[in-house]
């Protein structure tokens, strides 16, 4: 029997694999007949040989293959005895928690012959929904507005998450999770924090983005890596805008571009904000103010404040 996890979501796709270790487990107490091999560093020959062994207890035996999609040789091996191995009553299982392309032929083989479940990354109301049994779970629960930071913060990082979770659910001790809770204990991630400043700054109101900018310092936050992203984040205004005022659709945006959807549509709205001179001006102030401290004229937190403070 074959089983094949994989998709882009590896924390799923971890907890299944461990839900199928931890019940074989509890079947075949001896544990002798459990494998792992990394196709990275063994040959199919050490999958075949493991299953030719015989089993001093009569097991079944359970064998989770890793890196299969990384090395060609395998790939090519398995499927000359993929139906075979297919039959037998032994279980292998292909974990690939790194994207794989679905074109190769491995992939099809799998996918047609295997026991296939694909773990995509959880998005809209079933993340939300998964967060709610995760503070269940914790003897907890949160308050809408509580969840809806959280998400801003983490996003889909269902490691992180659930990480987070235990720690509210920890200092509430199975009361209700609150907003401010969240801000208290929860570091957000930087591209959040950048994107916050960068929307203030389309507001005019730069004592909030400085606010938001000294609030990620306090955490800890490099000034050299808080302006490369405060780059990035205008050069892909820059890029969105050109194409805007050339009259391209909105639908395609990104493809033209080159960035992600995701970013397109966070980026689209700030554009209107801004004119193309404007960024253009923007842009040059952040070379400017990365030359000057690569330059030893000024320090990277003070460039930071100046730098904002001319936008």
Known sequence: ???????????RSKRKLDEIVDGYRKVHKSGLNLMYIDA???KFEALA???KIVSMFQEKKLVILKNVFSNKNFQEDFQKEIKKLKESKDIIIIYEKEKIDERNKIFKALDKE??????????????????????EKNNSKAEASAISLLLE????????MENEIKKLSDYKRGGTVKREDVELHVRPKIEVDIF??????????KKQALSFLHKHLEYGGNPFYLLSMISYQFRNLLAIKELVEKKYPYAT???????????VKKSYYLCSQF???????????????DSDIKTGKIEAEAALDLLLSEI
């Open 49 to 51: 040989n493991s299953l």
């Open 1 to 11: 029997m074959i089983y094949f996890l994989y998709g882009e979501d590896p924390y």
């Open 253 to 263: 945006i990104a493809k033209k571009s080159g960035l992600h959807p995701f970013v």
């Open 153 to 160: 913060y983490v996003g889909n990082n269902l490691w992180q």
């Open 40 to 42: 990275n560093e063994k």
């Open 196 to 205: 916050k400043t960068i929307d203030a700054l389309a507001a005019r109101d």
């Open 114 to 135: 295997a026991k296939s479940q694909k773990f995509n990354p959880l998005q809209g109301s079933q993340l939300l929904s998964w967060i709610k049994k995760e503070f």
């Open 275 to 289: 004119s193309f001179e404007q960024l253009k001006k923007i842009y040059l102030k952040i070379f400017q103010a």
